[in-house]
């Protein structure tokens, strides 16, 4: 069998697998136990019943996920830039960033829910700490080790501080900064919901997934907590598929990262 | 020859800060279109002495003009070729030999015409559009070639340009920068640890000693002017190197 048809067949193999034992569990267990297990079938179900809700939800999850994201990627890069700039810069800043990147969202939330008021401010500023860290983390790590050669050719060139800064040290952190935005795209939707949990608001636009797990958590709706879940591991899978693509679109003439081997 | 030098060393030394002597009194005047060769024992101070010209270290005492100018002055008039090429490899083969006019203001027209002419010079006219990465070794050590040409130096450093590329493709890349020297004025300062290849390109060749850096021993080549793959089979040129071989080699005991 070719490696490609096996690419496919293995993955569906498994998923069928999973399939057939979660109904086999489900049913193995004792009938008053088996609402804690909804099947597939009960999951799709509660997609259907609850469709408007949960997509007005994935809208507002997704437009706080973006916000924060976005937010997150022109500070971390702004700030990244600051802090490669001077190792005295890096040396006071560092520590606090490390301090911000070690705090416990979910304590902070109650007093940013103060701040900024609940909902989508919240939502945004909470995603915004959670995909800030590795964007900066790793585009001040890409933008410091520039190749020890290319910066002595353009000490050659007598290239000023800010030439050298376009034309070679951002250029060269651009795979780092990638780095650390698919690192954020993994963490934006779980950041927004993870705000959304905790300092969401049904007031205006309705809430976002988070608010919706609280619901219907709250009101026993099993099936339908399970299809949220599912819905915030594609609006997962979309962001990381969005910044792949984009990963790809900058990196790929020149990165060797893209090499293909058969070339 | 009666033309001023255009490299003036007069009783320079270099040390790093209170280091050892890394050179130690060297005097070395270089004519306008000279090829140079330095060749030595690692540790001998011939990369550090390329420094100094390109003005990317100061010297420690003595004095050193280049074109008439203190080093840093005159660093437009230079142009440096790495033991790596050096590309960047974000850029296109045009883009990267562009760059270096681009930061000092070219105007784009002006790029695109100098970037096709040295480009053509290294054979590599038609791979403008290409990244480094699609290239071989020595087609990128040609662009770094084509690069530093693009700057119309009238001094060009080179630090072991070809030292990682094989015996066929060096002796190749040898005849070309020679034709291309024969058709410019530029001088020339080359670092190497071939002999052969120190021979077939230089008027001059410095054989250095190490600890501290001192020239040893320099050694005119007369062979002709134009020289092509014939004159590596000539006599002149195999008593050059089996001379200057073995003037190496009592260096080098002498160093260890």
């Known amino acids: ?263 | 020859m009666s033309a001023s030098p255009i490299v003036e060393f007069r009783e320079v030394t270099k040390r790093f800060g209170d280091g050892p002597l890394v050179l130690d009194r060297i005097n070395l005047a270089a004519r306008p279109g000279e090829f140079i060769s330095l060749i030595g024992p690692s540790g001998c101070g011939k990369s550090t002495l390329l420094r100094l010209v390109a003005g990317l270290s100061p010297i420690s005492s003595g004095a050193l003009t280049v074109g008439g100018l203190t080093p840093d002055a005159a660093a437009a008039e230079l142009a440096f070729v790495f033991q790596e090429p050096t590309l960047l490899p974000w850029l296109t083969v045009a883009r990267n030999v562009e760059l270096a006019p681009r930061l000092r203001g070219s105007s784009a027209a002006a790029r695109a015409a100098t970037s096709q002419r040295v480009l053509d010079l290294v054979r590599l006219g038609d791979r403008a559009g290409a990244y480094p990465r699609q290239l071989s070794g020595g087609q990128k050590m040609r662009v770094s070639i084509a690069r530093a040409l693009a700057l119309a130096p009238k001094i060009l450093l080179l630090d072991e340009p070809f030292g990682a590329l094989d015996e066929m493709t060096r002796e190749h890349l040898n005849e070309e920068l020679l034709a291309i020297h024969a058709s410019a004025a530029w001088t020339a300062f080359f670092v190497t640890h071939s002999v052969a290849e120190a021979v077939f390109l230089s008027n001059r060749i410095l054989v250095m000693s190490a600890n501290p850096g001192r020239i040893h021993t320099e050694i005119r080549v007369d062979l002709p002017a134009a020289r092509t793959a014939e004159t590596r089979l000539s006599r002149a040129y195999h008593d050059l190197v089996a001379d200057v071989s073995r003037l190496l080699r009592s260096v080098e005991i002498a160093a260890a």
């Not at chain 1, 498994?14 to 004792?30: E, K, M, P, S």
């Not at chain 1, 606090?96 to 070690?102: A, E, G, K, R, T």
């Not at chain 1, 952190?173 to 795209?185: Q, V």
Request: charged letters at 10%; aromatic letters at 12%; a neutral charge.
């Open chain 1, 1 to 263: 069998m070719s490696s490609r048809l096996l690419r496919i067949v293995l993955p569906a193999t498994t998923g069928a697998l999973v399939i057939a034992a979660w109904y086999g569990f489900h049913f193995w267990l004792d009938a008053e136990l088996r609402f804690l297990l909804p099947t597939p079938g009960q999951i799709l179900a509660a997609f259907r019943d609850n469709g408007d809700a949960l997509a007005r939800a994935a809208l507002n999850t997704t437009e706080g996920a973006l916000l924060g994201f976005g937010l997150a990627a022109l500070v971390g890069f702004l700030l990244a830039v600051g802090l490669s700039l001077s190792s005295l810069v890096r040396a006071s800043l560092y520590p606090y960033l490390m301090i911000l990147q070690m705090t416990p969202i979910i304590v902070i939330a109650p007093i940013l829910v103060l701040w900024v008021g609940a909902g989508l401010k919240s939502v945004t500023v909470i995603t915004f700490l959670i995909c800030f860290f590795p964007l900066v983390v790793n585009t001040t790590q890409g933008l410091v080790s520039t190749d020890r050669n290319l910066v002595e050719l353009f000490a050659m060139w007598r290239a000023s501080r800010w030439q050298q800064l376009v034309h070679l040290r951002i250029p060269a952190a651009l795979p780092y900064f990638f780095t650390g935005l698919r690192i954020a795209a993994t963490l934006a939707p779980i950041g927004a919901l993870v705000g959304d949990y905790t300092a969401g608001s049904s007031d205006g636009d309705g809430g976002g997934l988070g608010f919706q797990a609280i619901i219907y958590n709250s009101q026993a709706k099993y099936p339908a907590l399970f299809a949220t879940a599912a819905v915030t591991c594609v609006l997962g899978f979309l962001f990381t598929a969005a910044v792949l693509a984009l990963s790809w679109f900058a990196l790929h003439h020149w990165h060797d990262s893209y090499e293909r081997s058969d070339r």
